[in-house]
Nanobody, 125 residues
């Protein structure tokens, strides 16, 4: 059984940093990608970043490029999202997800088959 558990959210001032973690268990697939998404109140769930678990290639949403970094630790089965230069518009619930059907980087949330419970990130101005 696949389980994803996010942590690291919180309240931070604009310009500050946070690092989110996503601990994965049960991912025994030979190839998959991991993604970070976020959802603000009243809005759709948006793509943030994705990483190929095997090769480490990454892709980012334009809104976070240059400020956020996705990375992984295969030994710990953990994916990270380092968020720097945070802005109030980054405020949202952040979710990690796994797409176990492909090794191609994926920005579409409906194609991810496993999700964590989410962690709140609030950036004050």
């Amino acid at each position: 059984q696949v389980r994803l558990v996010e942590s690291g959210g919180g309240l931070v001032q604009a310009g500050g940093s946070l690092r989110l973690s996503c601990a994965a268990s049960g991912l025994t697939f030979s190839r998959f990608v991991m993604g970070w998404f976020r959802q603000a109140p009243g809005k759709e769930r948006d793509f943030v970043a994705t990483i190929n678990w095997n090769y480490g290639s990454t892709y980012y949403a334009d809104s976070v490029k240059g400020r956020f970094t996705i990375s992984k630790d295969n030994a710990k089965n953990t994916v990270y999202l380092q968020m720097d230069s945070l802005k109030p518009e980054d405020t949202a619930v952040y979710y990690c997800a796994a797409d176990t059907t492909t090794f191609i980087l994926n920005t579409r949330p409906r194609e991810y088959d496993y999700w964590g419970q989410g962690t709140q990130v609030t950036v004050s101005s």
